[in-house]
């Protein structure tokens, strides 16, 4: 009997990994994949992307070696804690929420949240006062504007992507809308090209560069474009408690790349235009 | 069709590959979960009340609950449920956090369950008179075990077993959500990444068609080995 | 291990035992209705009838129900045809594809089962109850009926249990069910082991419902 235990007890004698906590070695980044144009996965398989282009950077800058890892965005920062990569950077916004399980490092691009429909959906014609809102104002004209979408969504079929902010703010504020989510910002993206649902939030950035190809050009985005409030404060590198030093290295890279203006570039490279914080 | 080839823009390398990782985490679970499933098998067996509690308590949840919540109970707990896992067998270091092996882990876990109930009826099935002459004749223990009992099971549980099979290859689908890049996983990214669903999905089909139409020859071609002689 | 959380999700979960339930239930009863159909078909004596359910079964049990599910509502929808069409109606709703999906997948399985029923029914017996007067149709009813029945009742129980936890997969097409919920839970409070003990304490609870209730009716049926 004993011996047969042993053999179960070997099966799961796989190799130690060290606790998770980055070792100083080598810095795996870990990253979706799947929402371009910050980060995407071309036809050959290979990563590309906004954010692939900045990290490439900024390790070179940090002079330490990395890789990167995917990750399902569903399972992102669980895989951080477990110790399958050492930060991510996949166009996570900054949240208290998130805030609350992992440290994240300074913002380096920030972009609005935009709601898109069918040209030929009666919605195509709505016009909001603003261009675009930030949801940490609490003035007049912003509140003014943020009633009208609520309104607007009131009832609508809004499709998001599961665990983001932009399911935060239609549970927040526009609890009255039909909301479904997705795994994958693709999904939503399908769903929203076949009709099942009216409307579509997501970052405006993703959403511009489906709007670009064959498939999605009979979308178009509506205004306002939102950010703050549930939206968070720009989108920064999520790393676990413990590793501090590790961030403070991320940390001035970042902030040198924003000073000399790369992080602009590459933004301008990939989303048409300046992003960066 | 062209988004089928092989090469760089082709999408058809990467779903061969998915093809042999499916093979490889259903070879590994089902390796996993045979291998987990006799110790069940003998506690089920045996007088102990307490084992045999302990047993039925594990088939039922496993066979009783989804799939796919075992599957985010591992996925999003890896490192604390497989640990508490492994404690429970007396190891307590800490353990890699892999996809592949938390995937073949989880449908292993699985096949251990249906396995235990499939062996369990194929040990109950033997005659009971084969160990009582096995005594009489001096056969004990370990050669009892290997030399009698143990090619019977195999002759009674092989139709079940090959069902068990057909059941893990078409669970492996389902750690499509844990990210590891197996057929349905790869089929899922390459029809967001294309817009062509239908195509990679029909394709999947296929892969998962071939799949299981080698592995039902492959078990008939078994089933009729082992039951030479056998009327 | 945090019991207060086991305890609230638990509640939140079972908010979504109706959608579960619903689709479960339509999805077996629709299933049931097509599977007759299918073994029909499979004994009928048309070669293109016979190769067409056979082919339906063997693509339906050969391939994994996610990419049937997959299938049904993101690789049709694709087509404009299709969203044209008058099946949009159905297809538009992930409810409907999901009943569609489970419902085929559990057609072909139950047509198996039936089938075997049917198969283990000694084929004398038609012949001798045709040659005490009996219609065809009688003999059916009276003789090979209850019997295929008895036969398949331990399978099906076990077909329905499968069921319970295939609705777990719909889910993944956004549909809000218990497992839907649970995922919400977990992805948002990262406590995926308790999440786990509430919703799996529900699916027991249903499996346990189930068993019980077909160990009943295999008693009526028995013929001790």
Redesign the interface.
């Known amino acids: 009997?004993k011996k047969?235990?042993v053999?179960?007890?070997s099966?799961?004698?796989?190799?130690?990994?060290?606790?998770?906590k980055w070792d100083g070695g080598e810095v795996r980044i870990g990253t979706e994949g799947?929402y371009p144009p910050w980060n995407?996965?071309n036809?050959?398989?290979e990563l590309e992307g906004a954010e692939i282009d900045m990290a490439t950077e900024l390790c070179y800058r940090m002079g330490v070696k990395c890789s990167f890892v995917?990750?399902?965005w569903?399972?992102i920062?669980?895989?951080l804690?477990?110790?399958?990569y050492d930060v991510i950077i996949a166009g996570m916004s900054i949240t208290e929420e998130r805030m609350e399980?992992v440290d994240f490092s300074i913002g380096y691009m920030t972009d609005g949240a935009c709601l898109v429909v069918s040209k030929d959906s009666a919605l195509a014609a709505y016009q909001s006062d603003l261009e675009s809102i930030n949801l940490n104002n609490s003035d007049a004209a912003t509140s003014k504007v943020v009633g009208s979408v609520v309104a607007l969504l009131k009832g609508k079929k809004v499709g998001v992507q599961?665990?983001t902010i932009h399911q935060n703010f239609i549970e927040q504020y526009a609890s009255s809308a039909q909301l479904?989510?997705?795994?994958?910002?693709?999904?939503l993206?399908?769903?929203l090209?076949?009709?099942?649902i009216e409307v579509g939030l997501a970052d405006c950035g993703a959403f511009d560069d489906y709007m670009s190809?064959k498939?999605g050009n009979n979308l178009t985005s509506i205004s306002p474009s939102m950010g703050g409030g549930p939206f968070g404060d720009g989108v920064g590198g999520a790393f676990r408690k413990e590793d501090g030093d590790l961030r403070e290295m991320f940390n001035t890279a970042i902030k040198a790349a924003l000073a000399d203006g790369t992080i602009s570039t590459i933004a301008k490279k990939w989303f048409g235009r300046d992003i960066s914080m | 069709m062209e988004l089928l080839s092989f090469g760089d823009t082709g999408w058809g390398d990467e779903m061969l590959r998915a093809c042999f990782m499916t093979l490889a985490v259903s070879l590994c679970a089902m390796a996993f979960g045979l291998v987990l499933a006799i110790p069940f098998v003998l506690m089920k067996l045996s007088q102990s009340w307490i084992l045999k509690t302990f047993a039925n308590f594990f088939t039922t949840i496993v066979r009783g609950i989804p799939e796919l919540l075992i599957i985010y109970l591992f996925f999003f707990g890896s490192s604390a449920a497989i640990m508490y896992v492994a404690s429970i067998f007396g190891y307590d270091g800490y353990i890699e956090i892999n996809a592949f092996l938390v995937g073949a882990f989880c449908v292993g876990i699985i096949c251990a369950a249906y396995s235990t109930e499939v062996l369990r009826g194929a040990v109950k099935a033997i005659p009971k008179g084969q160990i009582e002459a096995s005594h009489a004749f001096g056969i004990r223990g370990s050669r009892m075990l290997f030399g009698v009992m143990i090619p019977q099971t195999l002759r009674i549980a092989l139709p079940g077993i090959g069902n068990i099979w057909q059941l893990v290859l078409k669970d492996t689908a389902l750690i499509s959500v844990t990210g590891l890049v197996e057929i349905m996983r790869q089929a899922h990214v390459a029809s967001g990444s294309t817009r062509n669903p239908f195509l990679f999905l029909v394709t999947a089909a296929i892969l998962y068609l071939i799949l299981t139409t080698i592995s039902n020859k492959f078990f008939q071609k078994a089933e009729t080995k082992y039951s030479k002689g056998f009327v | 291990m945090n019991f207060n959380l086991i305890y609230e999700s638990f509640f939140q979960i079972l908010k979504g035992l109706g959608t579960s339930l619903e689709i479960i239930f339509l999805s077996l009863m629709l299933g049931l209705i097509l599977s007759i159909f299918i073994v029909i078909m499979r004994l009928s004596k048309n070669m293109a009838l016979n190769t067409f359910s056979r082919s339906f079964v063997f693509v339906i049990r050969g391939t994994p129900l996610l990419v049937q599910i997959y299938f049904i509502y993101y690789g049709l929808a694709q087509f404009p045809a299709v969203r044209d069409s008058i099946v949009w109606i159905v297809l538009k709703e992930p409810f409907w594809c999901g009943v569609l999906a489970l419902t085929i997948n559990t057609a072909a399985y139950t047509s198996e089962i039936i089938r075997s029923g049917l198969n283990s029914i000694i084929k004398g017996q038609i012949e001798s109850a045709t040659a005490f007067g009996m219609t065809k149709f009688m003999a059916f009813k009276r003789i090979l009926l209850p019997q295929a029945i008895r036969q398949s009742i331990p399978a099906y129980s076990n077909e329905i249990i499968l069921m319970i936890k295939a609705s777990s997969l719909v889910s993944i097409i956004t549909i809000m069910e218990m497992t839907g919920i649970a995922r919400k839970i977990i992805s948002k409070t990262f406590a995926p082991i308790e999440v786990f003990i509430a919703a799996g304490i529900i699916y027991l609870i249903l499996n346990y419902l189930v068993t019980e209730i077909f160990k009943k009716i295999e008693k009526r049926y028995s013929i001790v």
């Open positions: 009997m047969i235990y053999i179960i007890a099966l799961f004698f796989v190799p130690l990994s060290l606790f998770a799947a995407g996965t036809a050959a398989g995917t990750q399902d569903d399972g920062i669980p895989a804690l477990n110790g399958k399980k599961g665990g479904s989510t997705y795994s994958t910002q693709d999904d993206n399908l769903d090209g076949a009709g099942r190809k498939e």
